[in-house]
């Protein structure tokens, strides 16, 4: 009988011309990330998804979970690490836990725009720093977004317009050592508090501000409980579309080539549309009734390079690579 069944699902295949390989599962793909919906790097991942279904029908199942549900901000790494996650966004300041080297991704006023950013990434620094989270996390890194260029958000009144006028603000950071240290850079006070939690500690006045991208302020809705926002301009920021090491090594050579073609659509449809409504935010900030101002961006600029230059962070940076990343134009 058992026989008799194992020779009828053989001619059942040969009938409908299904392989082994076709009729296998979809390759299951979690993506975890602390983003809130309304924002372009979390608006991207459906685009990652169907420009995978496109490019590589029934081969993929993409799972999105934004807001931090899967995986709490900043353990998407370990997690990809150990194979417990597929996919995430991680940046520059995640990856510098291992590997100090990418510290100087965290740096304030290093990066001058987006399109430094990509040509930067795109480059053969790009090449060895990728390389590098390749060799020592086992991640793969699939392509680089533009998060936006973070600006500072207070609920306080009083004016900013160099660093010493943030003396004993308590500043909001992710909660990471880099992250702190360039809150301190700026000269504030900072404090470690996850993204999720922003909006009620603005509300109930345990953080007088935070920093984050305009299109990040306003898909948070971080506007509603605050005053001001400072445009200092003080990082212009990354988020590195990764997948776990084991997880990207499972796939066959058509399959790596969908997943990065995919990535790179996703982070096209992001930086486009981020880059467009940045531009446009200020002046709906403004109608929302908060101040939105330039400080002295100068006196921003050399003392953050200052500190940065001169902490124990950059003596980790490969030689040459401040003067490598400034000389492409
Ligand atoms: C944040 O917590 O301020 C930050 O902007 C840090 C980024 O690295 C990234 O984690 C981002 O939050 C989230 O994706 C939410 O937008």
Known sequence: FTRRLLIGAAAAAAITGLTPALAADPVKLRISTPAVEA??????????????????????????????????????????????????MISAFDISKQIPEWSIFTAGYLLRDPEHQTKVFDSDIGKEMYGLVEDKMNIKVLSVGYLGTRQLNLRTEKEVKTPADLAGVKLRMPGSDTWLFLGKALGANPLPVAFGEIYTALQTGAIDGQDNPLPTVRAAKFYEVTKQIVLTDHLVDAIFLSMSGSAWKKLDDKQKDAVMSAAKAAVRYNNENRIKEEAELASFFKEQGLKVYKPDVEAFRSHVQKVYLESELSKAWPKGMVERVNAIK
């Open 39 to 88: 924002d372009w790097h979390a608006k991207m991942l459906p685009v990652f998804k169907q420009e995978l279904e496109k490019l590589a029908p029934g081969q993929f199942d993409v799972e999105i979970h934004l807001n931090g549900t899967l995986f709490k901000q900043g353990t998407e790494p370990a997690a990809m690490q150990r194979g417990n996650l597929e996919m995430a």
